[in-house]
Nanobody, 122 residues
Framework: VRLMESGGGSVQSGGSLKLSCATS????????MGWLRQAPGKAREWVAD???????SYAGSAEGRFTISTDSAKEILYLQMDGLRPEDTAMYYC?????????????????WGQGTQVTVSS
């Protein structure tokens, strides 16, 4: 299984970015997938996830600004981020549930990508 993130970059406060996570060898659309982030010196933080049935969930910091979605045909996970703030600056990781029940808001036994850097300047 491979997860490959892209779409990170540097934007000004209030800007937008769309992250993508291309998958390979994964049973897409069955298990939960999501995004987590980690800023320097801080713990990894769950941002959003989407269940196999398409139900999304968001952390409070992402609610109303970020949108998680999937393209089942392309087997890609997305994270549309609008209204970005400097505090959103972090490495963003795509993660995918290995087996039913392993997700645990990304903290369980999951597959991981290498990450894509998002930097928001004020």
């Amino acid at each position: 299984v491979r997860l490959m993130e892209s779409g990170g970059g540097s934007v000004q406060s209030g800007g937008s970015l769309k992250l993508s996570c291309a998958t390979s060898g994964y049973n897409f659309g069955i298990y939960t997938m999501g995004w987590l982030r980690q800023a320097p010196g801080k713990a990894r933080e769950w941002v959003a996830d989407i269940r196999g049935d398409g139900t999304p969930s968001y952390a409070g910091s992402a609610e109303g600004r970020f949108t998680i979605s999937t393209d089942s045909a392309k087997e890609i996970l997305y994270l549309q981020m609008d209204g970005l703030r400097p505090e959103d600056t972090a490495m963003y990781y795509c993660a995918a549930e290995k087996y039913i029940g392993s997700w645990n808001l990304g903290a369980g036994d999951n597959y991981w990508g290498q990450g894509t850097q998002v930097t928001v300047s004020s």
